[in-house]
């Protein structure tokens, strides 16, 4: 199962980073992905990563701002956030899958609960 964690209350141009703890299966067999759920919106894919981390994709609306890393030998997947926005206030999760990273929300299975981030002043 994927565990994310780090959410916080931060102000415009803050950072936080967030993290992705797996157990119970083989971690660097997956590509894992961070997504997002504002309310009243659907769930969108963030950043994702390959299963060795050499390859990543984000969404177009935090290129250049968020970094998506990953240590396979403590099983965690991080989510660098800087310079954030009000825009970015959502509840974040992680996710899985047994394919290459691609940013589309469906492929993904073992959602865990999410974390909660509001940027605000």
């Known amino acids: 199962q994927l565990q994310a964690s780090g959410g916080g209350l931060v102000q415009p141009g803050g950072s936080l980073r967030l993290s992705c703890a797996a157990s119970?299966?083989?971690?660097?067999?997956?590509?894992v992905g961070w997504f997002r759920q504002a309310p009243g919106k659907e769930r969108g894919a963030v950043a994702v990563?390959?299963?060795?981390?050499?390859?990543?994709y984000y969404a177009d609306s935090v290129t250049g701002r968020l970094t998506i890393y990953r240590d396979n030998v403590n099983e965690t997947v991080y989510l660098q956030m800087n310079s954030l926005k009000a825009e970015d206030t959502a509840v974040y999760y992680c996710?899985?899958?047994?394919?290459?990273?691609?940013?589309?929300?469906?492929?993904?299975?073992?959602w865990g609960q999410g974390t909660q981030v509001t940027v605000s002043s």
């Open positions: 990563i390959s299963r060795r981390g050499g390859s990543t």
């Open positions: 996710a899985r899958r047994f394919g290459g990273p691609v940013l589309r929300r469906e492929l993904y299975t073992d």
């Open positions: 119970g299966f083989t971690f660097d067999g997956y590509t």
